[in-house]
């Protein structure tokens, strides 16, 4: 309920932006920044809709046990290492990935390989890389992406030595 009333919120304040944009810069400025708006809303609502799409199909067709056996081949660096790619393979919101990470602690997976699985799960996503590079540029998408893989491991190995 709170989320509708957020979007509520924010949907309102875009059409008073829209409105005072109108009698500040005129028709013909409006129109433009309308148009504008809307081709962006489109282009972008195919792209986010054909993620979403890939998300959820990988979702279905790859079950917890069958990555879970997967992953639990490896460990230490390997873990660490196959864990990062898996998870920015699959990502998707946090609360989805908790069940993976259950059945690999349930079968004696180290604290590393889930950590960074999860951690690759929520910070990277080699789907949403074209997305990212179109919006914010080749150079934030390298750089962040590098960041995030650089931290992920550092967490994951803390993760193993604190726990």
């Not at 400025?29 to 199909?57: H, P, T, V």
């Not at 992953?71 to 920015?88: A, P, R």
């Not at 992406?145 to 992920?152: E, F, G, T, W």
């Amino acid at each position: 309920m709170s989320n509708l009333i957020f979007g509520f919120i924010m949907l309102l304040l875009t059409i008073i932006l829209y409105i005072q944009l109108k009698f500040k810069k005129g028709n013909k400025e409006f129109k433009k920044a309308l148009k504008k708006g809307n081709k962006n809303l489109i282009q972008n609502s195919i792209r986010i809709f054909s993620i979403f799409l890939i998300i959820g199909i990988l979702q279905n067709f790859l079950s917890t046990e069958k990555v879970g056996d997967f992953l639990l081949n490896f460990s230490g660096i390997k873990g660490i290492i196959t864990g990062l790619f898996t998870g920015s393979l699959m990502m998707g919101p946090p609360a989805s990935g908790y069940p993976i990470a259950q059945y690999l602690f349930a079968n004696n997976a180290s604290v590393s390989l889930v950590s960074s699985f999860l951690l690759s799960w929520v910070m990277l996503g080699i789907i949403f890389i074209t997305y990212e590079l179109q919006n914010f540029g080749k150079k934030f998408t390298i750089i962040r992406n590098i960041l995030a893989i650089v931290s992920i491991i550092i967490i994951s190995y803390l993760m193993e030595m604190i726990l």
